[in-house]
């Protein structure tokens, strides 16, 4: 289970890596194209300018607008054996089909009412897409159907089932969407305190990667809330959020749903920067040069793209228990932020690139950007000196404090030379790396599944006892954890490059 949902949550983050370009399309199109801004800025009052920026918001708006669609055909990718393509197309199909078998029979019993499944009929349609594919995409079938055979089949048994698969969402889907409603509605009643429950738990969830998980039931189905946004019923969060950003009529705050968003400014651009710089002050004095570059890079990612992993794989590995008070850390930030009533929007992180678009160019009235710049001192304060005490007093290992782990590591990668034994001549580094990592792993007879996400290479193994974690951090894993059935190994950036290697050793198709 543990195995399947970590597949799950990487899944979905193929069509969610979509969402930035899209985002900013959105944000720089529908910023200049706002009348607020051409009021403020004439120059922007320009018919080539504006259709430009109309473009730009319409394509941004497109990719949001069929999100749905899109985590189906993600799930169906990313859990798919091997033909992905195939199975792509069968998500498509079966999607599009639910969708229509929904709207066909509300046209007959309730023409004005409405079912949105947003991503939880991704989820349901994407697995039952999936499943047919992975049991039939070599079936063989009588001579004069032939044709319809292997992979061909495919699409078209989802699409019967996804006529069933419609009916039972018509039938059932009213009452659940209801539910949901109460339950954002509830949880928006909880005010700040539920906020921070949100921002705590998805940071811990973070921890196992399962925070991918989490965060999308809230950005896209009713528990983010439900608006009507340019007479049309928008669900979600971020669906919310960038309705209102395309809807040039749109005046005031943006949707308060903003609130599962806006903690995440304060933590990502100057919390965990904060943390860096005490890391780094922990380093004895004659060492701390030779760590400059790799804290402020890190840093310096948090700060501009909000990707976090890099900075919190430093510590979480050699104290969980300082990654705990980082979540909880984070759930106050997001508590201060709905106090505040900060309501900046984003599209996958809190970095500053998205304070940018979607807080400073829509302006302070209606995102209350400014306060940001005011809390921000006062987290990467709180961020610096927690950690510099709770590193030096409990003796946490982050690296250079207690030893010089850089050189460390450097010189046992060297012992290892990256590469296995045998002929690697015309391999590429990252491919005799990835072949080192594979020994590591137990060899190809005790890998079941090779996967990566942003900075974490994740493997589902026959038997962990086989695994060689020290060979893996050699090879330059920042830590390697054992999750139920498999192994996690921060490799950061190289992460997707050792998963693409490595399956192309064994034969597998990505």
Request: net charge negative; charged share 15%; proline share 5%.
């Amino acid at each position: 289970m543990f195995k399947m949902l970590q597949k799950v949550g990487k899944s979905f983050m193929l069509p969610i890596a979509i969402l930035p370009a899209a985002g900013l399309l959105l944000g720089i199109g529908g910023a200049f194209s706002n009348p607020n801004t051409i009021a403020a800025f004439p120059a922007l009052d320009n018919p080539v300018m504006q259709g430009i920026f109309g473009v730009m918001a319409a394509a941004g708006n497109v990719v949001f607008a069929n999100l749905a669609l899109l985590l189906s055909i993600g799930l169906c990718i990313g859990l798919a054996k091997r033909d992905k393509g195939t199975a792509a197309l069968a998500g498509v199909t079966g999607y599009l089909v639910m969708v229509g078998t929904i709207n066909a029979l509300l046209a007959l019993t309730n023409p004005e009412g409405s079912i949105d499944t947003g991503v939880v009929g991704s989820l349901v349609i994407g697995a039952v897409a999936v499943w047919l594919h992975n049991r039939y995409y070599n079936i063989q079938l009588p001579a004069f159907l032939g044709f319809f055979g292997g992979s061909r089949f495919v699409p078209i048994v989802t699409a019967f089932a996804a006529i069933f698969v419609g009916a039972m969402f018509f039938v059932i889907w009213p009452p659940v969407q209801d539910a949901l409603v109460a339950a954002g509605t509830a949880i928006a009643g909880m005010g700040p305190i539920g906020t921070f429950f949100y921002g705590f738990l998805l940071r811990l969830s973070g921890a196992a990667g399962l925070h991918h998980i989490i965060y999308p039931m809230f950005w896209y189905t009713p528990l983010g809330g439900t608006e009507i946004v340019a007479g049309v019923e928008v669900v979600g969060a971020q669906t919310i959020f960038f309705a209102q950003l395309a809807d040039p009529n749109h005046v005031g705050m943006f949707t308060e749903g903003t609130r599962f968003f806006a903690g995440r400014f304060g933590t990502m651009m100057f919390g965990l920067p904060g943390a860096c710089l005490a890391m780094w002050h922990c380093v004895p004095k004659d060492r701390r040069a030779k760590y400059t570059g790799v804290f402020a890079s890190v840093a310096l990612t948090s700060f501009v793209t909000g990707i976090t992993e890099p900075i919190e794989f430093m510590f979480l590995f050699v104290a969980p228990w300082l990654y705990v008070i980082h979540a909880f850390f984070d759930g106050v930030s997001f508590y201060v932020a709905d106090v505040l009533n900060i309501n900046i929007g984003n599209t996958f992180s809190g970095g500053v690139i998205d304070f940018t678009l979607f807080g400073i160019m829509q302006g302070h009235d209606r995102t209350h950007w400014m306060y940001v710049l005011i809390v921000g001192p006062i987290w990467f304060a709180l961020y610096y000196f927690s950690f510099r005490f709770l590193i030096n007093r409990f003796k946490v290992a982050t690296p250079g404090h207690l030893e010089d782990t850089l050189v460390a590591d450097e010189a046992e990668t060297a012992a290892v030379g990256g590469a296995p034994s045998g002929d690697s001549a015309g391999q590429s580094d990252v491919e005799k790396e990835a072949a080192t990592i594979l020994v590591a792993l137990g060899g190809p007879e005790n890998v079941e599944d090779v996967d990566a996400c942003i900075t974490r290479l994740r493997v589902a193994v026959k038997d962990p006892a086989k695994v060689d974690k020290d060979l893996l951090k050699r090879v330059g894993a920042v830590d390697v954890f054992e999750v139920s059935g498999g192994v996690q190994a921060v490799y950061g950036a190289k992460a997707i490059l050792y998963k693409h290697a490595i399956n192309e050793s064994l034969g597998i198709v990505d």
